[in-house]
Nanobody, 120 residues
Framework: QVQLVESGGGLVQAGGSLRLSCTASGSIFSFNIMGWYRQAPGKQRELVAGISSVGRTNYADSVKGRFTISRDNAKNTAYLQMNSVKPEDTAVYYC??????????????WGQGTQVTVSS
């Protein structure tokens, strides 16, 4: 079992920046892939970005060029640097951890969620 603790959400103006952090504990194999999903009111949860333990990354088209995911394996921590944020980035952001890229989100581990609000 993996425990994920998130931090870094908050209120930011459009065009500004924010960094989210997620620290994992538990079985290292279970968080080979770490990533961020988000869910806005009335919408389905969607993938934002993911990163493997060797640094391979994957981004949603809507955040490419603005968001950067990274991780520090020594600290079991993943980061999401959010630049040039837009009001449509407003959502609850959830950290996710799983053994492989193909693991279903429904059987992976989730953080408690952190609210990101972008004001226009």
């Amino acid at each position: 079992q993996v425990q994920l603790v998130e931090s870094g959400g908050g209120l930011v103006q459009a065009g500004g920046s924010l960094r989210l952090s997620c620290t994992a504990s538990g079985s290292i194999f279970s968080f080979n892939i770490m990533g961020w999903y988000r869910q806005a009111p009335g919408k389905q949860r969607e993938l934002v970005a993911g990163i493997s333990s060797v640094g391979r990354t994957n981004y949603a088209d809507s955040v490419k060029g603005r968001f950067t995911i990274s991780r520090d394996n020594a600290k079991n921590t993943a980061y999401l640097q959010m630049n040039s944020v837009k009001p449509e980035d407003t959502a609850v952001y959830y950290c996710n951890a799983k053994p492989s890229w193909t693991t279903s989100p429904s059987v992976s581990s989730w953080g408690q969620g952190t609210q990101v609000t972008v004001s226009s």
